[in-house]
């Protein structure tokens, strides 16, 4: 087993601890061992990885691309870097846990004196091992094009479905994961209309 850190946002780490969110997708930036690649095929056939050179192409199979996931294998671990600040230099406060639009997680009020030490949020890429609260097994990876989400798949995202149409009716989760998918990505030049190849982790909280 091996265990590796991965970032989410304050609403996903809610939707997480809340039993809401057992996936997340991300994009396939790089394969292990290519320099660049393609997918061919529509229905993802094979990989094209170019190497040392141009000219030189590699065929892998999709279930070989799986086995090199940047992220693990299922049975591997991940801990969760979320955003954060330090309440004292061994103990830690989480973003999530406050309801900054209610006007909370300003500061931390001491009762004795009634003074408030504002908060100095951090990255959650700057989240230490030991200030992590999360960790996830991953019970399985797959490789899709983004646009493959299904419904059911875009709730398991743990995401707020978004209207779609005249009425409430039309809520939908896969328009809620694809206002959050854009938020995220589309200014790296992924967005959903570009629709790009991601992993498909599924996980479970330990």
């Not at 230099?89 to 909370?104: L, P, R």
């Amino acid at each position: 087993m091996k265990e590796r850190p991965i970032l989410f946002s304050s609403d996903m780490v809610r939707a997480i601890l809340n039993g809401q969110k057992t996936q997340t997708r991300r994009v396939i930036k790089s394969i292990k061992g290519c320099k660049e690649f393609i997918v061919g095929g529509k229905d993802i056939v094979d990989v094209q990885c170019y190497l040392d050179q141009p000219s030189a192409l590699a065929l892998i199979t999709m279930g070989h691309l799986a086995k090199v996931c940047s992220f693990g294998q299922p049975g591997d671990q991940l801990w969760v870097r979320e955003t954060f600040a330090y309440k004292s230099e061994n103990e830690v406060i989480y973003k999530a846990a406050y309801d900054v639009a209610d006007g909370f997680g300003s500061g931390i009020l001491d009762f004795k004196t009634g003074n408030i030490t504002p908060l100095i949020w951090r990255p959650s890429i700057h989240m230490p091992r030991w200030a992590s609260r999360i960790n996830l097994v991953i019970k399985d990876i797959r490789v899709e094009s983004l646009q493959d989400i299904s419904e059911k798949k875009a709730k398991a995202e743990g995401v707020i479905p978004s209207l779609v149409g005249s009425d409430l009716n039309h809520l939908k989760y896969r328009a809620g994961f694809q206002t959050l998918w854009d938020s995220i990505n589309a200014k790296r030049g992924y967005g959903w209309d570009v629709n790009p190849w991601v992993w498909v982790i599924e996980f479970e909280r330990v």
